[in-house]
């Protein structure tokens, strides 16, 4: 079984930065694709982007993504990366690493980023 683990979230200031880590438990090739999602309180997950095989980034077309939230990869840690910046309390969500073989999803547990006004 596919294991992510996500770390670096936290509480930060309004227009902080943050840097959310993800590390799977295979190899970071044998994946399709990976990328981040976010759920805010009373909402359902949603999308912020995913990173092919071959590098590309894909992000979702909602608004909130422009620029402040920047995906990575480093093949050689074996770790994706999410670049938060200008951080805002609408922000505040529970962010999750996504992982997929084919058409096998596999989820991190989440990590809690707390954005204050």
């Known amino acids: 079984q596919v294991q992510l683990i996500e770390s670096g979230g936290g509480l930060v200031q309004s227009g902080g930065s943050l840097r959310l880590s993800c590390v799977p438990s295979?190899?970071?090739?044998?994946?399709?694709?990976m990328g981040w999602y976010r759920r805010a309180p009373g909402k359902e997950r949603e999308l912020i982007a995913t990173?092919?095989?071959?590098?590309?980034?894909?992000?979702t077309d909602a608004d909130f993504v422009k620029g402040r939230f920047i995906p990575s990869r480093d093949n050689g840690k074996n770790t994706i990366y999410l670049q938060m910046n200008s951080l805002k309390p609408e922000d505040t969500a529970v962010y999750y690493c996504?992982?997929?073989?084919?058409?096998?999803?596999?989820w991190g547990q989440g990590t809690q980023v707390t954005v204050s006004s």
């Open positions: 996504n992982a997929r073989i084919l058409s096998s999803n596999y």
């Open positions: 295979e190899s970071i090739f044998n994946f399709n694709s």
């Open positions: 990173i092919t095989l071959s590098g590309m980034i894909h992000y």
